[in-house]
């Protein structure tokens, strides 16, 4: 059966109403969430009564007060933290490391550009006090973070600028520069907490404990409904393709304006934007930073090409506001002397996408759906990714819609 006719068949048997499936295959590490799910309510009331009981076995979280003994005050730190009243919450965060936070929350700072969206998805921004440099280097994004004072990036920080910010609670992402932070910014009497915020595997997790830190959980828990709600139908609607799934090779756009005749992957294939949006991505299996040959890319004969751009001089992400300049990037890489050669090139299928425009933290499904669309329009044909980006800016990130995310723009 040809992939038009299949797809005809299977979108005959699906309809948009997918139920959406909340995120549960985690654990939030926050001392208290003693049952280990993904949340902290009455059923870890329960398991604690359980374990002071001799019933239930302890737990690594059950200690909610972060005491060194189960008991009834924990209970106590419990009930505080469904009612929304505790003045503290303690926390395993992605560097794993044990971290007690004061609440509330009412001056919070984000040494990365994850973070600080995150600030305006949950709706906080009014207590932000300070923001990583690369807020600055995307205005229209963040207008109302503009305000905040600026604090350097995780590879060069203000510490100078933190101090005079002086926020409750600093954000920033794991890695082996948060030690010479941690040095430098503990004296000050700043809490720092590490989240990463970008990686599809741990951003539920890291997004329901940011927004626990910050009030903020049902906002949070909503978000991952929306998110569902596309990822699931993608996922439904591509399960049974087998065989007819494209075939599909990613690597960043810079590498063919470099020049080069070796291509890594990129952040499009670890996010998992390929396998998301139902295609199947020919370098899975490979180990990280893998580098592919153009011998190896031509013998493999992609069905398609997905270029990540980083960019908005290759004319996409929120600034550009017509696809003038990414037709012309388009353009270019059908007629390079690399990825030009291949047959998806020679056929036209080549898509270009903004990695953070469509990619990086929660925007996972938004570029799962432009891909989807691109791949299989006629099994997509009831989805448009544009109004879902509309909603995803206006609804979450309050902004106006504006940008180009994908090109060729799905039809």
């Known amino acids: 059966m040809d992939r038009s006719a299949f797809a005809l068949l299977l979108i005959s048997c699906i309809s948009l109403a997918v139920t959406p499936a ?50 009834a005050q924990d209970l106590d730190q419990i009930e505080r933290i469904i009612e929304g009243s505790a003045d503290r919450l303690t926390v395993i965060d992605s560097a794993n490391r044990t971290v007690t936070v004061s609440l509330p929350v009412k001056a919070a700072a984000g040494l990365h550009t994850s973070p600080c969206r995150e600030f305006c998805m949950l709706g906080v921004e009014d207590r932000v006090v300070a923001v990583t440099s ?31 910010a002086n926020p409750d609670l600093l954000v920033t992402t794991p890695g082996t520069y948060l030690d010479s932070v941690l040095e430098t910014v503990k004296p000050m009497g700043i809490t720092v907490v590490s989240l990463d915020l970008a ?41 049974s393709l087998g065989e007819d799934k494209a075939r599909v090779f990613t690597t960043s756009i810079s590498n063919v304006w470099k020049g080069e005749t070796e291509f890594a992957p990129g952040l499009l294939s670890s996010h998992m934007i390929l396998e998301n949006g139902g295609a199947e991505d020919i370098s899975s299996g490979y180990s990280s930073g893998q580098k592919f040959e153009m011998e190896w890319i031509l013998d493999q004969d992609p069905d398609a090409i997905v270029l990540a751009s980083y960019n908005t001089e290759d004319g996409l992400g929120y600034s550009p ?22 047959r998806a090139a020679e056929e036209g299928k080549v898509l270009i996408m903004s990695y953070y425009g469509t990619a990086s933290g929660g925007q996972d499904p938004l570029g799962a759906a432009y891909l989807a669309k691109w791949l299989y329009p006629v099994l997509f044909e009831d989805m448009d990714p544009v109004e879902l980006h509309r909603e995803y800016l206006e609804e979450w990130m309050g902004i106006p819609y504006q940008g180009v995310y994908a090109y060729p723009p799905p039809s």
């Open 321 to 342: 506001t017509d696809d003038g300049q990414a037709a012309m990037s388009w353009q270019r890489v059908i007629e390079s002397d690399t990825l030009g050669k291949t």
């Open 134 to 164: 690369y807020i600055f280097d995307d205005p229209l994004m963040y207008p109302r973070l503009l305000d905040k004072a600026d604090i350097g990036t995780i590879y060069e920080p203000n510490f100078e600028a933190i101090a005079e």
């Open 22 to 71: 909340l995120a549960s295959d985690y654990t939030l590490e926050v001392f208290g969430n003693a049952n280990m799910d993904e949340t902290i309510d009455e059923d870890d009331v329960a398991y604690v009564e359980g374990i002071i009981d001799g019933t239930n076995e302890g737990t690594e979280l059950a200690d909610a007060n972060y005491d060194g003994n189960i008991d």
């Open 199 to 239: 990686k599809p595997f741990r951003y539920d997790e890291e997004l329901a404990l940011l927004g626990m830190i910050m009030g903020e959980e049902e906002r949070a828990r909503g978000f991952f409904d929306w998110r569902s709600r596309t990822m699931d139908l993608i996922k439904e609607r591509t399960a």
